[in-house]
């Protein structure tokens, strides 16, 4: 009979920290969804302040002149030469990438692809006349490069060259004259939070976000 009320304690002991660990996990998980429903009823909020001053940036057609786009590409190019250290040792921090390998496979292809855009995007903005049919005569047609309707450009990174892979097609959506936002991958923390505090720093809030 002892034993048998040991066995009955021992199982109420279970029981009881079972229930206990349950109720925890309920609060745990209801805390958690609370916290969640904040997060993203701030990032909604966040998004709709870009989207507002993003649209602004196309209202304003600033952003179909070259002076506008080669203003933006002087901006990255400064803002990788002012932070390279930092970002270097942010690569280390998420990847343990040596700072050599970092130079030749992050910063090396960022480099070049905005001393071509530099080089090459006037040549590119201008119009491109084409022939009409006898038909439409005295009609005229041209090809215009126009930015994209939509308020911005977004850039998914993935995280094995969270530089590279980010910032090149930021450069390509910049040069065509559209705003961008850039979703670092969470993968990459140091990386992440380093751009989003540079980016902002030197770009306007209409142009581009991390």
């Keep these: 009979l002892s034993r048998f009320c040991k066995i009955v304690k021992i199982t109420n002991v279970i029981c009881g920290a079972m ?8 609060r745990t998980k209801k805390e958690l969804s609370s916290s ?4 993203d009823h701030d990032n909604d909020e966040l998004m709709n302040t870009y989207r507002a001053s993003m649209k602004a940036t196309h209202d304003s057609l600033e952003n179909q002149t070259l002076a506008w786009r080669m203003k933006q590409m002087e901006n990255m190019e400064r803002m990788l030469n002012d932070h390279e250290k930092d970002l270097l040792n942010a690569l280390y921090d998420d990847l343990h ?7 030749l496979t992050e910063f090396l292809g960022v480099r070049t692809e905005l001393k071509d855009v530099k080089k090459n995007l006037s040549k590119w903005m201008k119009p ?11 009609c005229f047609a041209q090809v215009r490069r126009m930015p994209l ?18 910032l090149l097609p930021v450069i390509g959506a910049l040069a065509g004259g559209n705003p961008v936002v850039l979703k ?3 993968l990459c923390p140091a990386v992440g939070t380093l751009l989003e505090h540079m980016v902002s720093s030197y770009f306007d809030e209409g142009v581009f976000r991390v």
Excluded at 19 to 26: C, H, I, K, V, Y
Excluded at 128 to 138: G, S
């Design 149 to 166: 309707c939509s308020p911005a450009c977004l850039t998914i990174a993935p995280f094995n060259f969270p530089i590279l892979l980010s």
């Design 184 to 186: 670092v991958s969470e």
């Design 19 to 26: 229930t206990n660990a349950m109720l925890q996990e309920g």
């Design 128 to 138: 491109k006349d084409k022939a009409t049919p006898m038909a439409c005569f005295p």
């Design 97 to 103: 990438k040596d700072p050599t390998e970092s130079l």
């Design 36 to 39: 969640t429903c904040i997060d």
